[in-house]
């Protein structure tokens, strides 16, 4: 009998270990989604600008996965940001007005990511607006008087031993633009040979997070001044993420880590006519200044450098990330995982991106959020469809030929009018519908 019992407990010892073996995972790593506010990535290095204002983030490019063609869903922050944590475009979502947020059924990245193990962390001073509740967070309530990127760095010491996470919203490119030395000077001076003081123009820049369309006259030399800041604003910006990088690989944690950068939204200087974005100027656009956004995805031990230059969306993130990680996409998502493009694969049919926003962004009137402004993007063209209160407007670009969007051809190509038009309210219709069904994703759990 005590011998059965030996070979028993052997045995089941065995079966332990070869059931351990089957079952084992590669451990998944961390995750850092870092968004930057009111970015564009023609001013990043990667992207081909000529000032030195990326060089951090340039390094991450030309090691991780670089998406030439991103665009937001919309032009200002929440419905972006939104789209991005469920991959739904804003009329299924309908968190288009300041006072909105999405249901509890639905679920998000951080509730899905939750579910597999991780510690989804935010601080509360992301999301303590009524747009990001039911998100699934865990909010963190510290550090909140350390430097922007600082209190990041505090935040990922505080859980580098445990699977996390962490959403980190870069707000310093946002009006006003008002980088502190030495970047309020770093690129002013080539852009101003001469020194001079800041003229009212400039100094108001430097001061409101709020401008109206059109309540400045700007100089040429304004113009270049007010560059020249934002760009300053952009290298402090990377040099923070410098020294993210530079930590994460002091604390052993660099090769487990996937780091997601991206924007919210894009930001206008001066293309057409003035600065900000629709939250800033209460006068939304939807030209490319303002909804082409950077991507680039960073995780060398898994996937290599490569540029992709389809066209891709916000909402395509999250189902990324999940296929990535291995964990099942749910059902319900309108965003695409881009892991196949990563693999070179490349879709079939031509690409389409669309886009939303009301004419005030986050500073709407009872009045102004009922006027909208949505567009649908080839790689060829534009069409943008304005719905006013007793009235409507159509624009269409030739990106081809127009990469500045400067000349409306909407009567000259009736036929690629009409047939973009179609597609842009078949969305419109075909989204709203699915806004109004009680959506419920569950991630399935890989532990």
């Known amino acids: ?35 930057l506010d009111a970015c564009r990535p023609d001013h990043f290095g990667c ?38 944590f469920t991959s739904l475009y804003p009329p299924t979502h309908r968190v288009d007005t300041q006072d909105k947020t999405i249901r509890e059924d639905i679920s998000t990245l951080p509730k899905i990511l939750k579910r597999n193990g991780y510690r989804v962390l ?57 980088p502190p030395t030495p970047y309020d000077k770093i690129f002013r001076e080539e852009a101003v040979k001469d020194a001079i003081s800041d003229s009212e123009a400039v100094s108001k820049v430097k001061r409101y997070s709020l401008i109206k369309n059109n309540s400045i006259i700007f100089t040429k030399q304004d113009i270049n001044v007010v560059v020249a800041l934002y760009d300053g604003l952009l290298r402090q910006m990377d040099d923070c993420i410098g020294r993210l ?15 997601v950068i991206t924007a919210d939204h894009g930001e206008e200087l001066f293309e057409h006519g003035f600065i900000g974005h629709a939250s800033t100027s209460a006068n939304a656009k939807l030209y490319d200044e303002i909804i082409h956004i950077p991507l680039i995805i960073w995780y060398p031990e898994k996937l290599k450098h490569k540029i992709i230059d389809e066209l891709v969306q916000q909402v395509d993130i999250m189902p990324t990330i999940l296929n990535i990680l291995g964990i099942p996409i749910p059902e319900g998502l309108q965003g695409n995982s881009l892991l196949p493009l990563i693999k070179g694969i490349f879709p ?14 986050y500073q709407s009137t009872k009045e102004t959020e009922e006027i909208k402004l949505r567009c649908i993007r080839t790689k060829k063209w534009k069409f943008i469809y304005t719905k006013w209160l007793d009235s409507d407007t159509c624009e269409l670009y030739n990106l081809k030929k127009d990469t500045k969007e400067e000349i409306n051809v909407f009567r000259k190509y009736p036929d690629v009018a009409n047939e973009l038009k179609a597609k842009l309210f078949q969305w419109i219709e075909t989204t709203a519908q699915e806004g109004n069904v009680s959506i419920k994703m569950e991630g399935v759990k890989t532990q």
Not at 55 to 80: M, R, V, Y
Not at 150 to 164: A, S
Not at 247 to 254: A, D, G, Q, R, Y
């Open 1 to 35: 009998m005590y011998k059965q019992f030996i070979f028993i407990g052997y045995f089941l010892m065995l079966l332990f270990i070869s059931g351990n073996r089957v079952e084992a995972r590669e451990e998944t790593p961390n995750i850092l989604l870092l968004t």
């Open 47 to 84: 992207y081909g600008y000529s000032r030195n204002t990326t060089p951090n983030i340039d390094k991450l490019a030309k090691e991780g996965l670089l998406f030439t063609h991103a665009f937001s869903q919309s032009a200002w922050t929440t419905p972006g940001m939104i789209s991005i």
């Open 122 to 178: 935010v601080f509360e001073k992301f999301v303590e607006i009524t747009n990001y509740r039911h998100l699934g967070f865990d909010t963190v309530d510290k550090n909140q008087y350390l430097l922007e990127g600082d209190d990041l760095l505090k935040l990922i010491e505080d859980y580098k031993n445990q699977k996390f996470f962490i959403w980190y919203h870069f707000h310093g490119l946002h009006l006003p633009y008002n």
């Open 245 to 259: 990088t530079a930590k994460l690989k002091e604390w052993n944690i660099s090769d487990n880590t996937l780091i």
């Open 348 to 361: 079939n049919n031509s690409q389409s991106v669309f886009c939303e926003t009301t004419l005030g962004g």
